[in-house]
């Protein structure tokens, strides 16, 4: 009986002549719409270019929220005189950065600088599992300042939201690279 299992055990092993590979993994294949832009139409103390695609929602005190609807995601734009508490203001915007600083694996601090139209300011990556993934501010360190956050209306996956994310950044730099003051 022994020998009869051991026969059965090596004939079993050794009738199987193909190579078996394990398939490949899959992955997601997102398209997202082509960029295109046009300026803010809201009337405010600043303006930029948004994505055509997006939905624009005023709101009070010249704040917005730019919605991201077929992503389920928004930049909240808030906005706040500045009245001799730059330097408040700059603490609180980077409070509210390092806030993520338990769920991050990764903050990447980037300055942006426009001399010619007064605008300076700093954008956070944020990588890992945070509640925003991007967040910015813009001032004129004179009389305005602007604080930014991207979120999205889902339990934070990075790896799951990574590709909207790059997608919307794109939109964040073209949003820095075109923030104009009004006068």
Known sequence: MRNLFLLIFIGFFLSCKENFLPKPKGYLSLIYPEKSYKRLTLKRPYSFDVLKNTTVINEDNNWLKIKY????????????PVNNNLKELLTEAEKLVFKHT???TQIIPKDFINPKKKVFGS???ITGNAASQIQFHITDS???FIKGSLYFYAKPNYDSIFPAVNYIKEDIFNLLETFEWEN
């Open 69 to 80: 609807p077929t992503l389920k995601a928004s930049i909240d734009i808030t906005y706040r």
């Open 102 to 104: 338990l769920k991050a």
């Open 123 to 125: 954008l956070y990556e």
């Open 142 to 144: 004179t009389n305005n």
